[in-house]
């Protein structure tokens, strides 16, 4: 048994599958293709907005004839579904590049591992995937779209997770309470990916970024408790005030970032810091 970084952590599933190798062979276990790229892009983006959002993807890959995406979630939002489904709904309209050609040049392949399950039940299941393929009113499926949406939950494997997808999902699954069990792993590829987490290898930088959204997390965890979504609910501004200043001098006392601040609380990084200079000065 040795100490292992939780592959839950944007940074180090990043730092993990990043790896061209490691990336090939996963999306060719989950999605049952052939994929050669050379290069695996982190916090990618299209050069040009599609849309009115702008989506930033955690892993990003092509070549000539697929493109694969890959996200992952710790944290459960309550619209992670419709949010994934416009992700890979964008990498489709992208490549629509002329008003008088509706022809996609690659195959979509979206994956998002979800590292942790949601309090309603929606999410029973280790994988599941979802396709474009119409059905006919014989029940027959009618072959015409390629591109797939799949959602994987490591700590749901069963005996019925197919067994190319259970290992890949067993390995993550086994990572996340911060210890692997290095013998179970005979696959010299694991074994590269058990030391690319070990504990003892991670450099300092990498370590702060996982500090930072471990910190995030917690933060987040505790304030929803508290009454964080129920004061900005009842739309009580002098209650979102006051929350949000004690939110922005725990999340200070925890040494999270500014810009995680910003984010956690809805406020830009300048707002923050005018909050934290009245509070330092006894202004509030």
Known sequence: MIEVIPLKYGPMFKRVFS???VFNQFAKDILNIELNVNEVHTEYEYPEPIGFVRSKYDLFAEDIEQRIIVEILHIKEEDFFDRFLYYHLISLV???????EY?????V?????LTSVPRDGSVNFSCAISDMDPIDERGNKIR????RLVFLSPRQVNEQTPPTIRK???FIADSLDGTVEESHYDDRLFQQMIEEIRKQTIDPALLAEIKDEAAWEKAK???T???WEEGREEGQKNGILAQQRQTIIQAKQMGMEMTAIATLVGLNETEVQEIINRISLGKD
């Open 19 to 21: 790896q061209p190798k």
């Open 94 to 100: 992208e490549q629509v590049r002329s008003f008088d």
């Open 103 to 107: 022809g996609f040049e690659r195959t």
């Open 109 to 113: 392949y979206t994956i998002v591992v």
């Open 144 to 147: 015409i779209y390629p591109h």
């Open 168 to 170: 890949w999902l067993e």
């Open 221 to 223: 965890t505790r304030f």
């Open 225 to 227: 408790k508290e009454g």
